[in-house]
Nanobody, 123 residues
Framework: QVQLVESGGGLVQAGGSLRLSCAAS????????MGWFRQAPGKERDFVAG????????YYADSVKGRFTISRDNAKNTVYLQMNSLKPEDTAVYYC????????????????WGQGTQVTVSS
């Protein structure tokens, strides 16, 4: 069982930056693939970024490549999402998720979810 708590969301102007954090409980955090997803009002939950257990392999949605960076600190049971050059279309609730499977981009591949943190980018 893994419990996830996101933080770091807020209101930022276009072009600005935010860093999201996701703190995980449980002693087996390092064995999980971690991912970030986002959901805008009236839209489906979409994959943003993922990272394997060691942190050596990362993968991103095309819409955020070059602007967002996912990382993890297994000693702190925490995964991060650094978001730079933010755009109004990045506005959404951002969710942290954990998967005991191989790295994936689908919602159904992740077992555990946080409660989400709101990111709002003003133009």
């Amino acid at each position: 069982q893994v419990q996830l708590v996101e933080s770091g969301g807020g209101l930022v102007q276009a072009g600005g930056s935010l860093r999201l954090s996701c703190a995980a409980s449980g002693r087996t955090f390092s064995s999980y693939v971690m991912g970030w997803f986002r959901q805008a009002p009236g839209k489906e939950r979409d994959f943003v970024a993922g990272i394997n257990w060691s942190g050596r392999n990362t993968y991103y949605a095309d819409s955020v490549k070059g602007r967002f960076t996912i990382s993890r600190d297994n000693a702190k049971n925490t995964v991060y999402l650094q978001m730079n050059s933010l755009k109004p279309e990045d506005t959404a609730v951002y969710y942290c998720a954990a998967s005991s499977l191989t790295p994936g981009t689908r919602v159904t591949e992740y077992n555990y979810w946080g409660q989400g943190t709101q990111v709002t980018v003003s133009s």
